[in-house]
């Protein structure tokens, strides 16, 4: 299901541009448009989930999934082995912006180790 003004449904659906690196059925990869590392990617499932809260045990499947893409993505761009950093923010307190489902791949760099 997609949302109107969902700005990654877009991107799913390609009425906004994005650079796309992956996609099959159920889940979609594309560049950050404001990287904060060299390799910063958004994995999305194309269903419009709005954040992990929307996780129920029915998208089990999906999201192992969409890690299944991570691991694919991670050994493709060669940081599988130097390391990198997945994030889902969550909430006004956890610093979500866009209110669907995205889980951040930073890498490419030693990251800045701090959390909160
Ligand atoms: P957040 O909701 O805080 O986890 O982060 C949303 C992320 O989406 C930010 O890193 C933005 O740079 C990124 N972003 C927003 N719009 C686009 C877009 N049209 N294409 C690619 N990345 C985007
Ligand atoms: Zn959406």
């Known amino acids: 299901m997609q949302v109107a003004d969902c700005v990654f449904c877009k991107i799913a659906l390609r009425e906004?541009?994005?650079?796309?690196?992956?996609?099959d059925d159920e889940v979609i990869a594309?560049?950050?448009n404001q990287p904060l590392a060299p390799v910063h990617l958004l994995i999305i499932p194309k269903n419009h989930l709005r954040?992990?809260?929307?996780v129920t045990p029915e998208y089990e499947t999906l999201i192992g999934h969409l890690?299944?893409?991570?691991?694919?993505?991670?050994?493709?761009?060669g940081v599988a082995e130097s390391g990198y950093r997945v994030v889902t923010n969550t909430g006004a307190d956890g610093?979500?912006?866009?209110?669907?489902l995205h889980f951040h791949l930073l890498g490419g760099q030693a990251l800045n180790a701090k959390i909160g």
């Open 16 to 23: 906004i541009p994005s650079e796309i690196v992956y996609e």
């Open 95 to 100: 610093g979500q912006v866009v209110g669907h």
């Open 67 to 77: 890690f299944g893409v991570i691991q694919r993505l991670v050994e493709e761009l």
């Open 51 to 54: 954040s992990l809260n929307d």
């Open 30 to 32: 594309f560049k950050d």
